[in-house]
Nanobody, 122 residues
């Protein structure tokens, strides 16, 4: 599967952004989807994941209540709605997919998109 993320940009603290990730090349609904992020000088970290049907989601504690992951299997797209953004959310966000893991850790996603930069100004 190929993944193309978009929607990043510069936003003021307290603002919102919605990231999108369009998948192609394979049956989208076969994949658990997720978002990871990596800030400068920091390790890559898990942000959110969504099950194949979209019926189950999980979030990092740092984004719980502010971010929402969703998917539209008819459009082969996964989204990350990010609200109440703050400076610590500044990072490159990666759309990721797993074909074989139902609850993959950050390192277990087999497919990665190119990343989209999110910068939050304080």
């Amino acid at each position: 599967v190929q993944l193309q993320a978009s929607g990043g940009g510069l936003v003021q603290a307290g603002g919102s952004l919605r990231l999108s990730c369009a998948a192609s090349g394979s049956t989208f609904s076969n994949y658990v989807m997720g978002w990871l992020r990596q800030a400068p000088g920091k390790e890559r970290e898990f942000v959110a994941t969504i099950s194949r049907s979209g019926g189950s989601t999980a979030y990092a504690d740092s984004v719980k209540g502010r971010f929402t992951i969703s998917r539209d299997n008819a459009k082969n797209t996964v989204y990350l709605q990010m609200n109440s953004l703050n400076a610590v959310d500044t990072a490159v966000y990666y759309c990721v997919a797993s074909r074989w893991n139902s609850a993959p850790k950050a390192s277990e996603y087999e497919y990665w998109g190119q990343g989209t930069q999110v910068t939050v100004s304080s």
